[in-house]
């Protein structure tokens, strides 16, 4: 894989992979960086090139996050830096930023990811289960509880209960 | 009253209604990536062209390592100095030859 297509695939998914990334560690540019070196140096691209992505981005970062404890430098980063997830957004009808990253870093991660891989990321439930040595139907039912609990904490109106 | 959804076991349906929170959630920009993308490209590069550069590094070894052994090969054999004890010269005069009459 030449120089040119890695520089389409960091335009076209790096801001989604270092969300992704965020959820484990501090230091999620340099575990997307990793990725794409470790993509480069493949002979033949992987079939599931998304997906794949996400995987490596994945114990990249939680590989990292280890090492973070194991100094004895972390400090909670993901909550800590929630307010840096999103841009802010300019659409008053629109949620916010701010509080929308904020109920997200309160879910439980294995929750987390899959929302974020799944609304940010584009993968399908059967693709983020391959992410995470999973089944499809674990990987749904954990995405509607994470939905449930963001709707409970951002007071958005359920669709399947409409309020009359 | 549960929050879980009636089918737990199987992914939504193609044609399901999406849910209005989710799609709120989706147009939440990510916050760019702070990725130095001259120095990824840069590695990019190098990490693409490590194989060539490994295969010249690797013929330059194998013909430095012919070319040394056909210089072994080639080398003449080494001089080999023998001291032998040779008798010292005769330094005395020789006897006068007996003159002969012809």
Redesign the interface.
Known sequence: ???EQ??DL?DRY??????YARQWCAC??DV??TA??KL??LRTPPDNLVPWLYRVVRNGAIDASRAAHRRQKYESAAAHEAS????P?D?PT??D?RQ?AGALSQLPTETREI?VAH??GGL???QIAQTMDSS??TC??RY??G??A???Q?G??C?TNPTT | MS???DN?????PPGA?P????E??????????????D???Y???A??R?STIRLWQLTAGFLAAVGFMAGMAAKQPPIVYIDRDSPPADVSPKPPAPATNK
Do not use: C, K
Request: aromatic letters at 6%; glycine letters at 4%.
């Open positions: 894989m030449g120089p890695v520089a960091v790096g801001a989604a992979l270092t969300l999620p540019e997307v960086q794409f070196l480069v140096r840096q997830w999103f841009v957004s659409d629109g949620l930023a929308a929302i609304l940010w399908t439930f059967e499809a139907a749904y039912r509607a509880a939905l449930e963001l709707r409970a951002l958005a109106v669709p | 929050h879980e959804p737990v076991n199987a992914t939504p209604m849910d209005p929170l989710a709120a959630l989706a147009r939440l920009e990510p916050a760019p990536a702070r990725l130095d993308r120095a990824l490209l590695a990019a590069g990490e693409s490590r």
